[in-house]
Every structure is written in structure tokens, then in C-alpha cells.
């Protein structure tokens, strides 16, 4: 070894010495727990996994658990309530979502997915002076660093925004002008959302090399001059017209990346040769035997690409140990999913760069609990699981890996020499679980170029569950998460249990017999955390039950699940069932044991809620026959096959929902449906009901279905083959694949669909559509109801109509209480939109009745009280005339008795008083000509001494009118 070597790797040694991590931690939280003017609270870092924050997948900035307070709706028994100012190192992780760093990491030295993110916080207590002296301070003061190497960015403003000069002349007193950069609001500018608080924020930037002018290489995505530190001001909140209004109380939100600072302080050029992550290298060289050591390369210098697959691996296991460790597993969609892209990615890497033994990634668990678990005791607590997870995670993806491989090489081999199918690439994503960066990295080794846009293209086919669909299949009241994740399923597969066969739930007024394969109490309710047990009874609260095969119908394809009960054949025990949803093939029915104890292996009665699924099954029917009616009134039959080409306008099914009570229905479409249209689609749904269709089903081949015209299809949907088939028409499904491209099939509804229906639109009796309204941009939203609940909305809406018929005949005030009271009574009344909207206009008519009558009435009333004020002015010789009239209190009577009076007396000003004893207040107003020397402000305040009447005007003029305990 070099001398110069030598002495370069004692001095970072020295350097690592000086400021290890745990020191950097503490003495960050430290400075702002002992401030002696403004100490702040430690508040610990909330778990990785947002659970009560829907719109998150990860906390990914130490914001997010403050959110309530930002947007002051903080409950009062909350921690977070009172809280003043704060303190932390918030755990992160941004993968997925809008914040997505995962494709980056391993290519460069200063991405992660799972990072540290120190910040202090203010909630309306100190602002900008505060925070950037105590920022300049803690950096320089603190940890030392070279203010010269130091460079501030602030926002510039736009042509909506003003620039933060107040930010700019603070950090002047630290930095000279050369150093204080104007940014716009893509850089120095933060918004919550669309709407909501935001503010400006600078960043403080450092330079790794110093003794230049760096100034040009702040925000330029350069590895010597990095953002460490982001101070955000609370101050607007962003109205819906895009104006900013400034917030009652103003916050500061900052986050300085630990990675970036432990790199600076170490004297280091990247986060990965910190003391954060150098022990993971060392440990990864030592599991997978790799003969290379971490060595920092980057890009062709990266021989192997051995270095990037270090990064990859140590910055995932890190992601990994905490994810699980905070509520979050490896599964099949939402955060689950993006934690075993993580897992294959790592593993792959590990796997082929490195050269590892199957099981190497989950040895890696310890090292990460040894190094982090003192700052995060968490981690420490849950190290035996965590590793669990993750090693039944990886034998599993191992399994496929070298498959999925050979796989690879067989599709390469097979089609183009110089780009990989996007196809092929799909089939890698969703078959053996590839994510598509490594089978680009795999291409890009044989010289080959992914065929992205082919892949999205097929992405866009695929909908994973929305998070929203999660909360509600796992919500059971009883506060335990009873959904089955991989941990679950995996338990279940290993021990033989087969999927349930759910072909029965197209049976009605059955009870099936089955038998009981597994017991669950919900996630984490054993020891092993896997929930399952051997029996249950009613002390364990929500219980879940899989069945060899099962009649009940699992919630999916928006509509809801059946309902019922679980017997044993005896009678002796009874379980009722409130939620029936299915995971991997295996369909859990959710509910609580009311008599008895059911066993693992029992043998049981299944008794589904029929009359219930006889109303969800009008309901899905019926939305079926609207899905047909929508497309012929909007596009057409004769473009039912090419609606993409009417300029754009499409109708396609964009979301449904069906239970027992209504049927929700979105599509796609740009514009609100005028009353005709509503009227028409009500009037074709009721038609075919009237018309007494059968209700056909069969399972044809996904080729054969998809040439039947008319056939309609959810937008995005991949359906598999064979498809079942739901018509709603005279001739049967197999009749119309005889001859699919018959144009009457074009007067029926014929779908791709797994729910339950009719036999026939009869049994729907009567169909409503309540409600058409936007959603979304380009997506509408239909609300209706079938049988009893349309009936009824037609019975409200006849005795509305005569409520209305009879108010026709009424006059003057008698006439404006009824319109008024109808108005607000047709507003909450559930009736045909299309009705509501012929009432309404009929509604409005009467209004312009009563306001034409008032207006006569107003002309009437303040001629009178004119004529009472010129009398009063007549009677006196005095330069002022006092009069009392009684005409309510009637501002515009008011105006205009002042206006008329002006044009009449030139000589005396009139101070005049009215009353509604009814309403229990007075008005006083008052008015001068020109000329006449009267203040009628202060007459007025003589006038109303006393009353705590309140008014504004002018001197000549003035109206003052305010509500009192007695007229006097």
C-alpha cells in the first residue's frame, strides 16, 4: 500500500472516528432539545408504514406525521395536540408513488429507497428568522462545516407567486449575495397538494470541494454539490382558483438527509462510504464470498456491474428490515407490492452479481439490527420476524429466478436480435415476478434495448387493488387486519390446503354443504403472526373460515360480497358471515361465532342471504342494461365499434359499484348528460325491463367472445381465457357466438362479467336514475335504484308534483313561504334526475313569481314610506325631521326612500327609524341634502346610544341596523 494511500484512508478513518452516525443523530437532536431560547420536543419518527394516512404507500418525509397539525386537524386527545415545536430523524422510504427513487438506486452513490430524514419543526410558533439562524448555526456552530462551501437558494417568485425576499435578506446576514441563488417554484416552492398549505423554502447546498464558485453547479444534479438541508415556510394555502391565501398560523417544516450529512462530516465523496453503510458491504462480501470488496465504481468502470449490486443490496435490505418491521410484508399489490419488487430486485442482483447462495439476503437482517437498532429499538424487537418474512420471501422468488432466467434467454434467443419484446418483458413482470429494470439490465448485457413503450403498453392493462379497496376488504370493526397477505397464503400452501372452489356461488337458494380447511383470528394474532388456529368460538371476535368450496360470492368486479350464516350440520354452532373476500384463490369468509365452536376440518352448512343477493343481483343487471343504454344514447349503434374515432369521445366503463341499495356506474365521458339524454337512458334501462329479457351466462374462449359486436368490456381490464359471458337478450350466449357479427346483437347488452344476475329483467321491476354527476376530469357518475326503493322514488316524486301543482294557484306571500320550503325540500328528495330537473325549472318559474311580487311590493312599501318622510319633513321648521315608520328592516327600502327624499326636500335632513317587532330589531338611517350642515354620523351615534347599534357610511349618509333585546 502507498504512503499516500495510507495516509488518505487514516484520515477518513480519523474522520469516521470524529463523527460516527449515532454521534451525528444525537447531536442534531441534541441542538434543538437544549436551545436555550426556543428548546423543541423530541417526538419519536412514526413508522415507515403510514396506516392511518391512505394517501401515502410510505412515509417518505418527516412531514407526513405532522399533517393534522399543518392542516389544523389535529384531534384534541391526540399526542401531536399542543405540540409547539418538534424534533426527529424520521425513517423514509421512497419507492412507488409519486416519490420513486427505486430505479435510481445502485446506478449513482446518492440514492436510496430507505433513508433518514433529520428535521426540526415549528407549528405557529417561530418562522423564517428563527429557523435560518438556527440552521446556519447548527451547521457551522455545530458540526463545523465551512460556511465559504455553503450556497442558499430561495424562491425567485413567478407571475402568481411573490419571491421570498424576506428569506433572501436573512440568510444575506449569513452569506454573501453570490452565494443567495433565486430558484423557481420546482425547486424553492412546496405545495401539499392541488390545494391546501404551501409555502416557499430554501435549501442549503454544499460544496465537496470548496475554494471556487460554485454557484453555477447548485441544482445541476452533480455529485460535488449537493442540497443537504431543505427549510419549508408554511405560509399560504392555495385556494381552488390557484390564488394564495395567507394561513392564520404560520409553520416550518425541515428535512436535512442524514446520509448526505454523515458523508460530508466523514469526509467522504458518497453516502455509501459512510459508516452507515460500509458494515453492510463487509457483511455481504462475507455471506455471498464475493472475491471483490465495495469499491465505489460507477458505469463501464463497474466491471460486472459488482459495485452497483453492493448498493443494491445493502440499501434494500435496510428498506426491507424496516418496512416489515413497521407493519408492511411482501404481497401482491399496494406497498406490499412494491416491497417484493424491492426483495426480487435485490435478490437477483445479489443472486447473479455477487454470486450469492440461495438465503443470502435474509442472513443480512442481523447486521442491519446491529447498526441501527440503538437509534430505532423497533428493528431489535422484530429481528426474528423481519427475517423470517424475508427469507420465506426469498426461497420463493428463488425458485422462479433461475427459471425465470432460462426463460429469459429463450425469448431473447427467439426474437430480435437487438430489442427485447415488451411482451416478453410482461410476461416476466407478472409470471415470474421480474421487475422490469433488471430485465433491462438483463437485455442491456446482450447488447439489447427493452421495448418500454410495448411494455406499458401492456401495464396499462393491469390494475392493482386500489388502497381505498384494501382498508375496506381488512375493516371489520374489531380493529384486527383480517385480510391474507403472502405470509398467509404461504402458510396455507405449505400445508396442503387447496384454493377454494367457488364455482357455487352461481347457485341460488341452496345451502351447500362444505367443510371448514382453515381458522384465521387476523394478521398477527398468534405467536407465529400468521393468525390460523384449530378452532374458534365466540370469544375470539372476528373470525375468518376457508371452505373446500363455498356458494357465497367474495366481493370483487364492484360488486359487494354475499352475507349469511355458517352451520354445523347439527345446529350447534352458528357463525354469521359479514364479509366474504378472496386472496389468491382463497376465499375468507369474515364474521363472528354467535353459538358453539367450529374445529379446523368441520364439516358445515353454508346459508347464503338469498332475498339480499336477489336485490344486489338487480342492481348488477340493471347496470349492466344502463352500461348498453349510456353507449346507444351518447355514441350511437352505429358507432358502438368505433366510438375512439367520434373526436375523441368514448364510453367506457370506468369504475361500478353494486350492493343491495343502488347501483353506481362511472364512465368515461367530457361533458354533463342534458335532460334529454338522462331522460332517454332512464326510459331504454326501464324498456328493457318492461320488455321481460332473459338473462343469459356461459363460459366461451376469450378469441371466440371478443368477436361478438356489441360486446362491451371495462376499460383496462385483462380478462382471462375462457371469459364467462353475460347477455341480456332473447337468444342465448352459445346462439350468438354462431354468428357474432349479427347486427342485432347491437340491440342487446352482452358483457365479459363474474357477478351474480337475474334470470331475467322482469325481476328488476322498475329502474330510477337518481343522480348524474362529474367525478373526475372526463369521468361521469350514474346513481340508480331498482324494484321497491324505484318504486318509492316514483311515489315521492308524484306526491312532490302535487305539492307543486297545488302551489301554482297561490299569490304573494302565502306563495314565497312555499317556494321556499318546496326548494329546499326537492334539493334532499331521492327521485328521478331527470324529474328533479323538470320540478326545479317549474320551482324556479314560481320563484320569479315571488320576486316580481316583491319588487311590487317594494314599490308599494317605499312609496309610502316616502310620502311618511315628507309628511315628517312638512310638519317641522326645524333643519332636521324625525320620523318613525314601520316597514321591517329593508335596506333596499332604505336606499330608496334616502334617494327619493334627497330629490324632494333640499332643506332639512331626515333621520328616520323603523322596527320588526317580529324579528325583535330596528334600523335607524339618516341622510342630509347638500347644503343642509347635519353629520349624520353623529346623529346617528346619538340616536343609537345605548342599543349597541352598528353601522358604517359617510356623514351625509348612514345606515345603521343591529339586532337588540327590545324595540323601544
Known amino acids: 500500500m502507498s504512503e499516500q494511500k495510507k495516509e488518505g484512508d487514516e484520515k477518513d478513518s480519523a474522520m469516521v472516528t470524529a463523527w460516527p452516525m449515532s454521534r451525528i443523530r444525537s447531536t442534531f437532536i441534541d441542538y434543538f432539545t437544549s436551545h436555550p431560547s426556543l428548546p423543541h420536543t423530541y417526538y419519536p419518527s412514526s413508522p415507515v408504514v403510514p396506516h392511518d394516512d391512505p394517501t401515502l404507500l410510505f412515509a417518505n418525509a418527516g412531514m407526513n406525521q405532522y399533517k393534522p397539525l399543518f392542516l389544523g386537524t389535529c384531534d384534541p386527545s391526540s399526542p401531536l395536540h399542543g405540540l409547539k415545536r418538534a424534533v426527529n430523524t424520521q425513517k423514509c422510504i421512497r419507492a412507488g408513488g409519486k416519490h420513486n427513487d427505486l430505479d435510481d438506486v445502485g446506478k449513482d452513490v446518492y440514492h436510496h429507497t430507505f433513508f433518514e430524514m433529520m428535521g426540526n419543526w415549528s407549528f405557529g410558533d417561530y418562522f423564517k428568522k428563527e429557523a435560518i439562524d438556527m440552521c446556519y448555526k447548527c451547521l457551522v456552530d455545530i458540526f463545523g462545516l465551512d460556511p465559504s462551501r455553503l450556497y442558499a437558494t430561495y424562491f425567485g417568485g413567478d407571475d402568481t407567486t411573490p419571491a421570498d425576499t424576506d428569506a433572501r435578506d436573512i440568510w444575506l446576514k449569513y452569506l454573501p449575495a453570490s452565494r443567495v441563488l433565486p430558484f423557481d417554484a420546482a425547486d424553492n416552492f412546496w405545495e401539499m397538494g392541488a390545494t391546501g398549505p404551501c409555502g416557499p423554502c430554501v435549501e442549503v447546498h454544499y460544496d465537496r470541494i470548496g475554494g471556487r464558485d460554485a454557484a453555477a453547479r ?61 458494515p453492510i458491504f463487509q457483511e455481504i462480501q462475507k455471506i455471498t464470498k464475493c472475491p471483490k470488496t465495495y469499491g465505489g ?40 407490492y412494491v416491497l417484493r419488487r424491492i426483495l426480487r430486485r435485490a435478490v437477483r442482483y445479489g443472486r447473479q452479481n455477487l454470486g450469492a447462495d440461495l438465503g443470502f439476503f435474509a442472513n443480512l437482517v ?33 425458485k422462479t429466478l433461475d427459471k425465470g432466467l432460462i426463460k429469459f434467454q429463450e425469448m431473447a434467443d427467439a426474437g430480435n436480435p437487438k430489442i427485447f419484446s415488451g411482451t416478453d418483458a410482461h410476461f416476466l413482470y407478472t409470471s415470474m415476478g421480474f421487475p422490469v429494470d433488471l430485465t433491462e439490465l438483463m437485455a442491456e448485457e446482450r447488447g439489447m434495448t427493452l421495448d418500454r413503450n410495448g411494455f406499458e403498453a401492456k401495464m396499462e392493462k393491469e390494475k392493482l387493488l386500489s388502497k381505498e379497496a384494501h382498508a375496506a376488504k381488512t375493516r371489520t370493526g374489531s380493529g384486527k387486519d383480517m385480510g391474507l397477505e403472502a405470509e398467509q397464503t404461504s402458510y396455507l400452501g405449505k400445508r396442503s390446503v387447496k384454493t377454494t372452489d367457488d364455482s357455487l356461488k352461481y347457485t341460488w337458494e341452496s345451502n351447500i354443504n362444505s367443510k371448514v380447511t382453515a381458522l384465521f383470528l387476523g394478521r398477527g394474532e398468534t405467536d407465529d403472526g400468521a393468525g390460523f388456529v384449530e378452532q374458534v368460538d365466540n370469544t375470539n371476535g372476528s373470525i375468518g373460515l376457508v371452505l373446500d368450496k363455498t356458494p357465497f360470492y367474495a366481493e370483487q368486479g364492484g360488486q359487494v360480497c354475499d352475507i349469511g350464516m355458517i352451520s354445523l350440520a347439527d345446529g350447534s354452532a352458528n357463525v354469521r358471515i359479514n364479509s366474504v373476500q378472496v386472496y389468491g384463490g382463497f376465499v375468507l369468509h369474515v364474521g363472528e361465532v354467535v353459538s358453539g365452536s367450529i374445529r379446523l376440518h368441520d364439516d358445515i352448512i353454508c346459508h347464503v342471504d338469498y332475498d339480499r343477493r336477489k336485490l344486489i343481483a338487480a342492481n348488477h343487471t340493471t347496470t349492466h342494461v344502463l352500461n348498453y343504454a349510456l353507449r346507444d344514447v351518447l355514441i350511437g349503434k352505429d358507432n358502438l365499434l368505433s366510438a375512439h374515432e367520434m373526436d375523441g369521445k368514448t364510453v367506457d366503463q370506468r369504475g361500478s359499484l353494486v350492493d343491495e341499495s343502488k347501483l353506481r356506474f362511472d364512465f368515461s365521458w367530457g361533458e354533463p348528460l342534458s335532460l334529454q339524454q338522462i331522460a332517454l337512458v332512464e326510459a331504454i334501462v326501464s324498456k328493457q ?74 325481476e328488476a321491476e322498475r329502474f330510477v336514475l337518481l343522480n348524474e354527476e362529474g367525478i373526475a376530469k372526463g369521468v361521469r357518475r350514474i346513481t340508480g335504484v331498482t324494484g321497491s326503493l324505484a318504486v318509492e322514488a316514483d311515489a315521492t316524486a308524484n306526491a312532490f308534483m302535487t305539492k307543486l301543482e297545488a302551489v301554482n294557484n297561490l299569490k304573494g306571500q302565502d306563495l314565497q313561504q312555499e317556494v321556499k320550503q318546496l326548494k329546499t325540500e326537492l334539493n334532499s328528495l331521492s327521485i328521478s334526475a331527470a324529474r328533479k330537473i323538470k320540478m326545479r325549472t317549474q320551482c324556479e318559474d314560481l320563484t320569479k313569481r315571488v320576486i316580481a311580487w316583491m319588487k311590487e311590493e317594494t314599490a308599494n312599501k317605499t312609496a309610502s ?3 311618511a318622510a315628507l309628511a315628517a319633513a312638512a310638519s317641522t321648521t326645524s333643519d332636521k325631521a324625525i320620523c ?49 350642515n347635519v353629520d349624520c354620523k353623529k346623529w346617528l351615534l346619538h340616536a343609537t346610544e345605548g342599543t349597541g347599534a352598528k353601522g358604517g357610511g359617510k356623514k351625509k349618509i348612514q345606515l345603521s341596523s343591529m339586532a337588540v333585546g327590545q324595540i323601544w
Not at 431543505?230 to 394555502?237: D, E, G, K, L, T
Not at 394564495?244 to 465523496?269: K, N
Not at 443490496?313 to 399496494?334: C, K
Not at 352459445?734 to 344476475?757: M, R, V
Request: aromatic residues 8%.
Open 884 to 932: 318613525r315608520f314601520d316597514f321591517g328592516i329593508d335596506g333596499k327600502v332604505a336606499k330608496a326612500v334616502m334617494a327619493a327624499y334627497g330629490k324632494k326636500v333640499k332643506d332639512k335632513a331626515l333621520l328616520m327609524i323603523t322596527t320588526d317587532a317580529a324579528a325583535n330589531r330596528f334600523m335607524v338611517f339618516a341622510t342630509a341634502p347638500k347644503g343642509v
Open 689 to 762: 325491463i318492461d320488455a321481460q329479457l332473459p338473462v343469459h351466462s356461459f363460459v366461451a374462449s376469450l378469441d371466440a367472445a371478443k368477436k361478438i359486436k356489441s360486446l362491451r368490456a371495462v376499460f383496462g381490464e385483462v380478462y382471462p381465457d375462457p371469459v364467462r359471458v353475460v347477455s341480456i337478450s332473447n337468444e342465448s350466449v352459445p346462439e350468438i357466438l354462431e354468428d357474432p357479427t349479427k347486427e342485432n346483437w347491437l340491440d342487446y347488452s352482452i358483457e365479459f362479467c363474474g357477478g351474480t344476475h337475474l334470470s331475467n329483467t322482469a
Open 865 to 867: 314610506v316616502v310620502e
Open 366 to 398: 442481523p447486521i442491519v439490527i446491529k447498526i441501527m437498532g440503538d437509534a430505532f429499538p423497533e428493528l431489535v424487537k422484530r429481528q426474528d420476524f423481519v427475517t423470517k418474512i424475508i427469507k420465506e420471501e426469498e426461497e420463493s422468488f428463488s
Open 297 to 336: 465504481k460507477l458505469g463501464d468502470e463497474d466491471i460486472g456491474k459488482v459495485d452497483m449490486a453492493y448498493r443494491v443490496v445493502a440499501d434494500h435490505i435496510r428498506t426491507l428490515s424496516f418496512a416489515i418491521t413497521d407493519g408492511a410484508v411482501p404481497s401482491n399489490d399496494g406497498r406490499g
Open 218 to 278: 447548485v441544482n445541476a444534479d452533480l455529485p460535488d454539490v449537493i442540497e443537504i438541508w431543505n427549510n419549508v415556510f408554511i405560509q399560504y394555502n392555495r385556494e381552488a382558483d390557484g390564488s394564495l391565501r395567507d394561513l392564520p398560523g404560520q409553520h416550518v417544516d425541515t428535512g436535512m438527509g442524514f446520509e448526505r450529512l454523515a458523508s460530508i462530516l466523514q469526509g467522504v465523496d458518497s453516502n455509501y462510504d459512510t459508516d452507515i453503510f460500509i
